[in-house]
């Protein structure tokens, strides 16, 4: 598989403000793919993010656009800091080509919030629960294999433990607390990490109890990232087996943002959702 760079949220800025800069001059990508000297699916491509736009290009493009030089020098700072490369990039071939996008994405979010049906969510995976879950594909993974993707997945929950941790707030299925994943053991251990998670401030979990019956996410689980930056659009991301899909249209967020909200008020509060952890491993000590 060819390396392919996972967009930052650096990236996706600048790919929105190049699109808006030519909007506003009203030229189309086959216009300025011809004073580029380039083609206009290149164009398309910088401007969609799914490339990481050279210096060069960028200059160029901001001089079309007649950019004003104080301007110019900021967006081009932008430009250099969305051409750094994340500890994720070096690791481009060993994580799933659909999943890259959103290990960049999730480095640079200040809030992640979302709803899960069947497993803990990633983040909050102890290696052995992770194991156990990676393990239960049915195309078992070479021992090789499996030592990475654990490896990865324990090096993307650093974010937690950093200076400026993304604001989780994340609504379980109680399935998710009661499905047996491995030996007793390790489940009660899982739980335990959990409970502790969710007495941290910048962690909220909430369980969607069976008792509240059917509800407006019965079709899937979905996380919503949100950026430090005004600028930077709000993602949701959905993931299916060996897939996934991007929103950014606003409708789409904002009718996500909607369902999270409906998801929490009807889940049991962060302290209930702690002693149903408590009942379901017999305590947590």
Known sequence: MTAQRSPSARQRRLAAVLRGLRKEKGMSRETVAELMGCSAPTITRIEAATVGARIADVTMLLEIYEVPAHTR????????????????????????????????????????????????????????????????????????????????????????????????????????????????????????????LSSQNSINIQVLPFSSGAHPAMNGGFSILKFPKLSDPDVVYLEYWRGSIYLEEPHDVNAYNRLFDHLRARALGPDQTRRLIEQVTGGTR
Do not use: C
């Open 73 to 196: 020098e900021v967006l081009l700072q932008l430009a250099r800091d969305a051409r750094k490369r994340g500890w994720w990039d070096k690791l481009s071939d060993t994580i799933p080509e659909y999943f890259q996008s959103y290990v960049g994405l999730e480095e640079d979010a200040s809030s992640i919030t979302g709803y899960e049906t069947e497993y803990v969510p990633g983040l909050f995976q102890t290696e052995e629960y992770a194991r156990a879950i990676m393990s239960a594909e049915p195309a078992l993974p070479s021992e090789e294999e499996l030592a990475l993707s654990l490896a990865i997945r324990m090096k993307r929950q650093e974010v937690l433990k950093s200076a400026y941790p993304p604001e989780m707030w994340m609504v379980l299925n109680e399935a998710v607390i009661r499905r047996a994943v491995g030996e007793e053991g390790l489940m009660h251990r899982q739980l335990r990490h959990l409970h502790e």
